[in-house]
């Protein structure tokens, strides 16, 4: 049986690896931060499998991740922890860059020192490349990072690098684009945005507000893109490694598959910072932009080429926005309506 260590266990990507791995008849140990609130219910539906094992602890502690990983003697590190939220990142970069960065760092020291044979994957992310200069980014593109988590990602993905060439590390960097599900963060805009047109069907709100209505993504869905993690520790040798759907679709894309989904027809009047979303059924305006959810420096346009992660890892994105925003949209629509337009866990 192996044994993995996963770095951000409580969150999207965390507990649907940890779910994977555990069908794989792994023994999974996860890394979870002490919180005052209850963060686990992500983890529901396997908190209490007998080869699940959860440890309080944390990146910036260096100590208390030697302890953990001398303890747990793991096979393979899925490293997922991060302030992972790119607008917030320009309001505390130390943080970000602390975890983001230095906390990679860490954890390639502890396995140069104690374990050669432990595997490290590493959370990268299609905003290394940020100010594109490529139609499709590839493991080729140069990166031009537009805001803090990008640029602690970029030390994390160079640190990788240097670790594999100067160490024989076996480390891979996981360049994933833009992955959604049911269990991403309320504060990111596409969960903002199933969440917010749900309540507004449902009469618990009136209107959504979001940013840059046309900034383009290439979105996938989270619970296929892990299986895309664990495939990268499986190859003989390391490598890094682009995942993607190949399509993008602007922030306005998303908010209309949502409304059809809601049976809303959503059309758009204005410019600027007037535009706004109108149900056309209804006459009510259900969308407006609001400036503070612009960030400092934009990042307008993504668009993944996973080829490389097809050719070699046999791996491709099976779900495309229709079908992830559908699966978000009734899960959150089923959700807010049985609980009254809140959400209990």
């Known amino acids: 049986m192996k044994t993995a260590l996963i770095t951000g ?56 991740l ?13 490293n997922l922890a991060a302030q992972s ?21 860490k954890l390639l020291e502890i396995i140069r020192k104690k374990d050669h044979r432990i595997k490290l994957y ?48 076996f480390a891979c960097n996981g360049i994933l684009f833009n992955h959604e599900s049911e269990r991403r963060g309320f504060n990111f805009v596409s969960r903002k945005i199933t969440i917010g047109l749900s309540r507004i069907k449902l009469g618990y709100q009136s209107v959504l507000e979001v940013g840059n209505l046309n900034a383009k993504r290439d979105w996938g869905y989270a619970k296929e893109y892990v299986e895309a993690m664990h495939l990268m520790l499986q190859q003989e040798k390391p490598k890094d490694y682009v995942i993607a759907t190949g399509e993008a679709h602007s922030i306005r894309d998303f908010i209309e598959l949502a409304g059809e989904e809601l049976g809303m027809e959503i059309t758009w009047q204005g410019e600027g910072l007037k535009e706004v979303g109108v149900d056309k059924k209804t006459g009510k305006t259900v969308v407006k932009v609001n400036e503070k959810y612009f960030r400092p420096a934009e990042v307008d346009f993504l668009l993944g080429d996973s080829s490389l992660a097809k050719k070699e890892l046999k791996w491709e994105a099976k779900t495309k926005l229709n079908d992830l925003v559908k699966i978000m949209v ?6 807010l309506k049985k609980n009254q337009g809140k959400f209990f866990y």
């Open 66 to 78: 030697e302890q953990i990983v001398s303890e747990v003697a793991p096979d393979e590190v899925y």
């Open 122 to 169: 590493q959370a990268s992310t299609s905003e290394l490349y940020g100010k594109v200069v490529e139609e499709k980014q590839s493991e080729e593109t140069i990166f031009h990072p537009r805001s803090p988590y990008g640029v602690a990602k970029l030390y994390a993905y160079w640190i990788i690098k240097n670790y594999r060439e100067a160490y024989n590390v």
């Open 9 to 64: 266990i409580t969150g999207q990507d965390g507990s649907f690896l940890a779910e994977l791995l555990l069908k794989k008849n792994y023994f999974v140990h996860g890394l979870i931060r002490r919180s005052a609130e209850l963060n686990t219910f992500r983890l529901e539906k396997i908190f209490n499998h007998e080869n699940l094992k959860l440890h309080y602890g944390d990146l910036t502690d260096s100590i208390c």
């Open 330 to 335: 009734k899960a959150d629509y089923e959700s």
């Open 85 to 105: 939220h790119v607008k917030v990142s320009f309001e505390i970069p130390e943080i970000t860059a602390t975890i983001g960065a230095l906390g990679v760092l």
